[in-house]
């Protein structure tokens, strides 16, 4: 692991402790369906975010760079490092996150096995939790699925 790994790994310690302790509420009040028009607001949504690490230290190495948006109608687009998708995003109560309706395009690549180990990730997405520029997501068993950073 390099230097800048080690740094993370305390980082993501304390967000994992941060989020088993929070009870603030999340970017709304209620759950949103995601339908247009639903006005999604808060720290997560539209801001492009890169994928920093899968789980608490691992980091993909692949020809582009995975990210992914939120759309204030609640739809998401990104690229998971090999290929386009797009979807829909409900936000809830307590920092509760779920992605669903999940579609890629179909083009091959040589790491098609991580570009598929993202868009997993974030079918898997229980919570988040933001903390400065990066953004984790948590499973519903409450493990770390990975973190993203803000793109400049």
Request: hydrophobic fraction near 35%.
């Amino acid at each position: 692991m390099n230097m800048k790994g080690r740094h993370l790994l305390p980082w993501l310690a304390s967000v994992a402790l941060l989020s088993a302790c929070s009870s603030a509420p999340g970017p709304s009040s209620a759950p949103q369906d995601g339908v247009s028009g639903a006005g999604l607001s808060g720290p997560v949504v539209e801001q492009r975010w890169n994928l920093l690490l899968m789980g608490t230290d691992e980091r993909l190495s692949m020809p582009e760079t995975p990210f992914f948006q939120i759309s204030r109608d609640g739809s998401v687009s990104g690229h998971d490092g090999c290929n386009r998708f797009t979807g829909h995003v409900n936000l809830g109560d307590n920092q509760r996150i779920e992605f669903s309706e999940l579609a890629t395009t179909r083009m091959a690549c040589p790491n098609m096995e991580d570009a598929q180990r993202v868009t997993a990730m974030l079918e898997t997405a229980y919570r988040y939790l933001i903390d400065h520029d990066r953004l984790v997501f948590f499973g519903p068993d409450s493990r770390v699925l990975g973190g993203w950073r803000e793109s400049n």
